[in-house]
Nanobody
């Protein structure tokens, strides 16, 4: 069964950091672009960052500029989203998704999705 599983979410204080993981099972991520998306209550899902199969990254959310990085470990079949200096407005469910082509801002272009991990930034 092809599956993406996110982990690493939780409750963190403003200014804190989290590293989210996206692990694949049933297929290899080597040839996929992996995007991180997030959806806050009452808001549309938005793209955050994406990493191509060759390792190049694309940022979709200006609000995370300078605070978030994306990386991949193909040996572990896992992609990571490191978020620093977290703000309350970063609170959302974070999803990873795999696209066989290239990084896309359009969520409809992604083939596989994880179930999401909740990130809550609050004091």
């Amino acid at each position: 069964q092809l599956q993406l599983v996110e982990s690493g979410g939780g409750l963190v204080q403003p200014g804190g950091s989290l590293r989210l993981s996206c692990a694949a099972s049933g297929f290899t991520l080597d040839f996929y672009a992996i995007g991180w998306f997030r959806q806050a209550p009452g808001k549309e899902r938005e793209g955050v960052l994406c990493i191509s199969s060759s390792g190049g990254s694309t940022r979709y959310a200006d609000s995370v500029k300078g605070r978030a990085t994306i990386s991949r470990d193909n040996a572990e079949n896992t992609v990571y989203l490191q978020m620093n200096s977290l703000k309350p407005e970063d609170t959302a469910v974070y999803y990873c998704a795999a696209a066989l082509v290239s990084c896309e801002a359009n969520a409809l272009r992604y083939d596989y999705w994880g179930q999401g991990t909740q990130v809550t930034v609050s004091s």
